[in-house]
C-alpha cells in the first residue's frame, strides 16, 4: 500500500504572515508531493512496499540513496508540518522543565533555534530532540532525518530555501524569526516527549 501525501493539520492560511497559503500550496502540493511519489515509486514491488517509513529509512540509509533521500524528505516535511500551529500551542509542565533545564528558558531555546536555523550552511533541518531525558538542537543537512536516529524528535524547521523564498526572499532570519515567534506546536513537542519513542509517519 502506498503512502499517501498527508493532509496539512490547518487550514492553508493559518499559519500567514510566516508562511503564506502561496508557500504551502507549492511546498506540500508540489514538494512534499513529489518526495512521497518518488518514494512509491521506488517501494513499489519490493521488499519495502508495507514497511513503516521508519523502516524504509533506517533500511535505505546508507545503501540506497536515492530512495533515502525522498523516503526521509517526506517523513520531515509530515513531522514539519505538525511541528507548527496557527498559533503557538503550550508544552507541558514535563517540557517546560526540560526546555529550562536544557537551555535556561523558553526564550533560550527560541534564540538558539533561530540562530542554529539562520547559521545552518545551504539545505537543512534544524530539530529540538530529546536523547537520555536531556533535550538539545541538532542540524541535519539536505535531506537527513532524525527519524532513525538515537534521538526522539520532538519539533522541526525546514530550512530549504523552497521553505522561505517566496514570503521572505533569501532572509532566512525573518522566516525564522516568523515561525519560532508564535507559530511552533509545542503541544506536539509535548506529546513526542511524552510518547518516549519517535513520531510515525501515517500510513
Ligand atoms: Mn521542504
Redesign the pocket.
Known amino acids: 500500500m502506498a503512502f499517501k501525501l498527508i493532509d496539512l493539520p490547518y487550514d492553508d492560511t493559518a499559519l500567514e504572515p510566516a508562511v503564506s497559503a502561496k508557500t504551502l500550496s507549492f511546498?506540500h502540493g508540489k514538494?512534499?508531493n513529489a518526495y512521497v511519489t518518488k518514494m512509491n515509486d521506488a517501494i513499489e514491488g519490493t521488499e519495502h512496499a508495507d514497511a513503516a517509513l521508519e523502516d524504509v529509512i533506517a533500511a535505505a540509509r546508507g545503501s540506497n540513496q536515492g530512495l533515502f533521500n525522498n523516503a526521509a524528505?517526506s517523513w520531515?516535511?509530515g513531522f514539519?508540518w505538525h511541528s507548527m500551529s496557527g498559533t503557538e500551542t503550550e508544552a507541558s509542565a514535563d517540557l517546560a522543565a526540560k526546555i529550562d533545564e536544557a537551555f535556561g528558558s523558553m526564550d533560550e531555546l527560541k534564540s538558539q533555534l533561530k540562530a542554529r536555523g539562520a547559521g545552518h550552511f545551504a539545505?537543512g533541518w534544524v530539530w529540538l530532540a530529546e536523547k537520555d531525558g536531556k533535550l538539545s538542537i541538532e542540524e541535519t543537512h539536505d535531506g537527513d532525518t532524525l527519524a532513525d536516529s538515537g534521538f526522539n524528535p520532538l519539533l522541526t524547521i525546514?530550512v530549504?530555501e523552497?521553505?522561505y523564498y517566496l514570503d521572505h526572499q533569501n532572509a532566512r532570519p525573518s522566516y525564522l524569526d516568523a515561525v519560532v515567534d508564535g507559530k511552533l506546536n509545542f503541544a506536539f513537542a509535548s506529546e513526542n516527549l511524552a510518547r518516549g519513542s519517535t513520531w510515525t509517519y501515517p500510513r
Do not use: P, R
Open positions: 511546498h514538494h512534499h524528505q520531515n516535511h514539519y539545505s525546514d530549504w523552497h521553505a
